[in-house]
T-cell receptor, first 115, second 111 residues
Protein backbone atom coordinates (compact mmCIF):
# COMPACT_ATOMS: atom_id res chain seq x y z
CA UNK A 1 0.00 0.00 0.00
CA UNK A 2 1.60 3.24 -1.19
CA UNK A 3 -0.55 5.48 1.00
CA UNK A 4 -2.06 7.22 -2.03
CA UNK A 5 -5.80 6.70 -2.37
CA UNK A 6 -7.93 7.12 -5.46
CA UNK A 7 -11.68 7.04 -5.85
CA UNK A 8 -13.61 5.60 -7.47
CA UNK A 9 -11.88 2.38 -8.50
CA UNK A 10 -14.07 1.95 -11.55
CA UNK A 11 -16.21 4.39 -13.49
CA UNK A 12 -18.45 3.62 -16.43
CA UNK A 13 -20.04 6.49 -18.28
CA UNK A 14 -21.27 7.56 -21.70
CA UNK A 15 -19.76 9.71 -24.40
CA UNK A 16 -20.27 13.42 -23.88
CA UNK A 17 -20.47 13.11 -20.10
CA UNK A 18 -18.27 14.64 -17.43
CA UNK A 19 -16.57 12.81 -14.56
CA UNK A 20 -14.38 13.70 -11.60
CA UNK A 21 -11.59 11.52 -10.30
CA UNK A 22 -10.28 12.07 -6.82
CA UNK A 23 -6.86 11.52 -5.32
CA UNK A 24 -5.58 11.84 -1.75
CA UNK A 25 -1.79 11.97 -1.49
CA UNK A 26 0.34 10.33 1.16
CA UNK A 27 0.43 12.18 4.44
CA UNK A 28 3.06 14.91 4.19
CA UNK A 29 3.34 14.87 0.41
CA UNK A 30 2.81 18.23 -1.26
CA UNK A 31 2.88 17.24 -4.93
CA UNK A 32 0.24 15.37 -6.85
CA UNK A 33 0.76 14.03 -10.38
CA UNK A 34 -1.83 12.64 -12.78
CA UNK A 35 -1.10 10.02 -15.42
CA UNK A 36 -3.17 8.31 -18.09
CA UNK A 37 -2.43 4.69 -19.01
CA UNK A 38 -4.03 3.45 -22.18
CA UNK A 39 -3.31 0.47 -24.40
CA UNK A 40 -2.33 2.51 -27.43
CA UNK A 41 -0.53 5.44 -25.77
CA UNK A 42 1.10 3.73 -22.82
CA UNK A 43 1.64 5.72 -19.62
CA UNK A 44 1.50 9.46 -20.16
CA UNK A 45 2.08 12.30 -17.73
CA UNK A 46 -0.83 14.73 -17.63
CA UNK A 47 -0.23 17.36 -14.98
CA UNK A 48 1.42 18.10 -11.62
CA UNK A 49 0.29 20.28 -8.73
CA UNK A 50 2.50 21.36 -5.87
CA UNK A 51 0.93 22.82 -2.75
CA UNK A 52 -2.11 23.99 -4.65
CA UNK A 53 -0.32 25.44 -7.66
CA UNK A 54 0.10 23.95 -11.12
CA UNK A 55 3.76 22.99 -11.48
CA UNK A 56 4.16 21.06 -14.71
CA UNK A 57 1.96 20.18 -17.64
CA UNK A 58 2.23 17.24 -19.98
CA UNK A 59 -0.07 15.87 -22.63
CA UNK A 60 -3.30 17.00 -21.03
CA UNK A 61 -6.24 17.69 -23.32
CA UNK A 62 -8.14 20.95 -23.06
CA UNK A 63 -11.24 18.94 -22.11
CA UNK A 64 -9.38 17.82 -18.98
CA UNK A 65 -8.61 19.97 -15.97
CA UNK A 66 -7.28 19.41 -12.50
CA UNK A 67 -6.92 21.21 -9.23
CA UNK A 68 -5.40 20.68 -5.82
CA UNK A 69 -7.29 21.81 -2.78
CA UNK A 70 -6.01 23.33 0.49
CA UNK A 71 -6.14 19.91 2.17
CA UNK A 72 -3.86 18.75 -0.70
CA UNK A 73 -6.27 16.29 -2.25
CA UNK A 74 -6.62 16.64 -5.99
CA UNK A 75 -9.36 16.16 -8.53
CA UNK A 76 -9.07 15.46 -12.24
CA UNK A 77 -12.08 16.57 -14.25
CA UNK A 78 -12.72 14.99 -17.62
CA UNK A 79 -15.46 16.50 -19.78
CA UNK A 80 -17.06 15.87 -23.18
CA UNK A 81 -15.85 12.32 -22.84
CA UNK A 82 -14.93 10.32 -25.92
CA UNK A 83 -14.44 6.59 -26.40
CA UNK A 84 -10.70 7.19 -26.59
CA UNK A 85 -10.64 8.56 -23.05
CA UNK A 86 -11.20 5.06 -21.72
CA UNK A 87 -8.06 4.33 -19.72
CA UNK A 88 -6.57 3.77 -16.31
CA UNK A 89 -5.89 7.08 -14.56
CA UNK A 90 -3.18 7.08 -11.94
CA UNK A 91 -2.39 9.64 -9.32
CA UNK A 92 1.01 9.82 -7.69
CA UNK A 93 2.38 11.98 -4.90
CA UNK A 94 5.77 13.11 -3.70
CA UNK A 95 7.15 15.12 -0.83
CA UNK A 96 8.74 17.92 -2.79
CA UNK A 97 8.07 19.95 -5.88
CA UNK A 98 9.61 17.36 -8.14
CA UNK A 99 13.22 16.39 -8.64
CA UNK A 100 15.05 13.29 -9.74
CA UNK A 101 15.60 12.36 -6.10
CA UNK A 102 11.96 12.89 -5.20
CA UNK A 103 10.27 9.49 -5.41
CA UNK A 104 6.71 9.40 -6.68
CA UNK A 105 4.29 7.02 -4.97
CA UNK A 106 1.45 5.79 -7.13
CA UNK A 107 -2.13 5.08 -6.20
CA UNK A 108 -4.01 1.99 -7.45
CA UNK A 109 -5.70 3.91 -10.27
CA UNK A 110 -9.22 4.64 -11.47
CA UNK A 111 -10.39 2.64 -14.46
CA UNK A 112 -12.60 4.78 -16.69
CA UNK A 113 -14.75 3.14 -19.33
CA UNK A 114 -16.56 5.38 -21.80
CA UNK A 115 -19.36 3.65 -23.70
CA UNK B 1 11.65 15.14 -27.95
CA UNK B 2 12.49 12.77 -25.14
CA UNK B 3 11.36 9.19 -25.43
CA UNK B 4 11.94 5.70 -24.07
CA UNK B 5 11.85 2.47 -26.05
CA UNK B 6 11.44 -0.87 -24.33
CA UNK B 7 11.64 -4.36 -25.72
CA UNK B 8 8.31 -5.78 -26.73
CA UNK B 9 6.68 -8.32 -24.47
CA UNK B 10 5.32 -10.43 -23.15
CA UNK B 11 8.29 -12.26 -21.72
CA UNK B 12 7.83 -15.71 -20.20
CA UNK B 13 10.63 -17.31 -18.19
CA UNK B 14 11.05 -20.32 -15.98
CA UNK B 15 11.88 -19.76 -12.34
CA UNK B 16 15.62 -19.15 -11.72
CA UNK B 17 16.20 -18.05 -15.32
CA UNK B 18 18.22 -14.95 -16.17
CA UNK B 19 16.21 -11.85 -17.06
CA UNK B 20 17.11 -8.98 -19.36
CA UNK B 21 14.63 -6.30 -20.39
CA UNK B 22 16.10 -3.84 -22.85
CA UNK B 23 15.54 -0.11 -22.56
CA UNK B 24 16.99 2.63 -24.73
CA UNK B 25 16.27 6.30 -24.58
CA UNK B 26 16.40 9.46 -26.66
CA UNK B 27 17.04 12.65 -24.75
CA UNK B 28 19.12 15.78 -24.73
CA UNK B 29 21.62 16.18 -21.96
CA UNK B 30 21.78 13.82 -19.01
CA UNK B 31 18.39 12.66 -17.80
CA UNK B 32 17.83 10.50 -14.75
CA UNK B 33 16.70 6.96 -15.54
CA UNK B 34 14.28 4.73 -13.68
CA UNK B 35 12.71 1.31 -13.65
CA UNK B 36 9.21 1.00 -12.22
CA UNK B 37 7.27 -2.22 -11.58
CA UNK B 38 3.51 -2.67 -11.68
CA UNK B 39 2.05 -5.74 -10.00
CA UNK B 40 -1.43 -6.88 -11.05
CA UNK B 41 -4.13 -4.52 -9.84
CA UNK B 42 -1.67 -2.06 -8.30
CA UNK B 43 -0.03 1.23 -9.13
CA UNK B 44 3.57 1.61 -10.20
CA UNK B 45 6.37 1.24 -7.68
CA UNK B 46 9.89 2.53 -8.04
CA UNK B 47 12.25 -0.41 -8.49
CA UNK B 48 15.58 1.35 -9.04
CA UNK B 49 17.11 4.48 -10.49
CA UNK B 50 20.35 5.99 -11.75
CA UNK B 51 21.00 9.69 -11.97
CA UNK B 52 24.25 9.93 -13.93
CA UNK B 53 26.26 8.06 -16.51
CA UNK B 54 27.84 4.78 -15.34
CA UNK B 55 25.70 4.72 -12.20
CA UNK B 56 24.26 1.32 -11.35
CA UNK B 57 20.87 1.14 -9.71
CA UNK B 58 20.00 -2.00 -7.79
CA UNK B 59 17.16 -3.32 -5.68
CA UNK B 60 15.67 -6.74 -4.83
CA UNK B 61 18.25 -8.50 -7.02
CA UNK B 62 17.51 -6.31 -10.05
CA UNK B 63 20.23 -4.15 -11.56
CA UNK B 64 20.52 -1.60 -14.35
CA UNK B 65 23.50 0.48 -15.47
CA UNK B 66 23.19 3.94 -17.03
CA UNK B 67 25.12 3.72 -20.30
CA UNK B 68 25.47 7.12 -21.90
CA UNK B 69 27.46 5.83 -24.88
CA UNK B 70 24.70 3.43 -25.91
CA UNK B 71 21.81 5.46 -24.41
CA UNK B 72 20.63 2.35 -22.62
CA UNK B 73 19.41 1.26 -19.19
CA UNK B 74 18.78 -2.46 -19.46
CA UNK B 75 17.18 -4.24 -16.52
CA UNK B 76 18.74 -7.54 -15.38
CA UNK B 77 18.17 -10.14 -12.71
CA UNK B 78 20.21 -13.25 -12.29
CA UNK B 79 17.50 -15.59 -11.06
CA UNK B 80 13.82 -14.66 -11.37
CA UNK B 81 11.07 -15.87 -9.07
CA UNK B 82 7.36 -16.34 -9.62
CA UNK B 83 6.79 -13.26 -7.46
CA UNK B 84 8.64 -11.14 -10.05
CA UNK B 85 5.76 -11.57 -12.48
CA UNK B 86 4.66 -8.01 -13.25
CA UNK B 87 4.88 -5.26 -15.84
CA UNK B 88 8.15 -3.34 -15.90
CA UNK B 89 8.43 0.26 -17.11
CA UNK B 90 11.56 2.14 -18.03
CA UNK B 91 11.34 5.91 -17.60
CA UNK B 92 13.38 9.08 -17.78
CA UNK B 93 13.11 12.60 -16.47
CA UNK B 94 15.17 15.75 -16.67
CA UNK B 95 13.29 17.74 -14.09
CA UNK B 96 11.65 15.21 -11.81
CA UNK B 97 8.27 16.61 -12.79
CA UNK B 98 7.62 15.23 -16.23
CA UNK B 99 8.44 11.58 -16.70
CA UNK B 100 8.57 9.80 -20.04
CA UNK B 101 7.68 6.14 -19.76
CA UNK B 102 8.25 3.22 -22.08
CA UNK B 103 5.28 1.11 -23.08
CA UNK B 104 6.00 -1.52 -20.44
CA UNK B 105 7.17 -5.12 -20.66
CA UNK B 106 5.05 -7.85 -19.17
CA UNK B 107 6.98 -10.61 -17.42
CA UNK B 108 5.52 -13.96 -16.44
CA UNK B 109 7.64 -16.39 -14.44
CA UNK B 110 6.46 -19.98 -14.39
CA UNK B 111 7.44 -22.48 -11.70
Amino acid sequence: DSGVTQTPKHLITATGQRVTLRCSPRSGDLSVYWYQQSLDQGLQFLIQYYNGEERAKGNILERFSAQQFPDLHSELNLSSLELGDSALYFCASSVGSGSYIDEQFFGPGTRLTVL
Amino acid sequence: GDSVTQMEGPVTLSEEAFLTINCTYTATGYPSLFWYVQYPGEGLQLLLKATKADDKGSNKGFEATYRKETTSFHLEKGSVQVSDSAVYFCALTHTGNQFYFGTGTSLTVIP
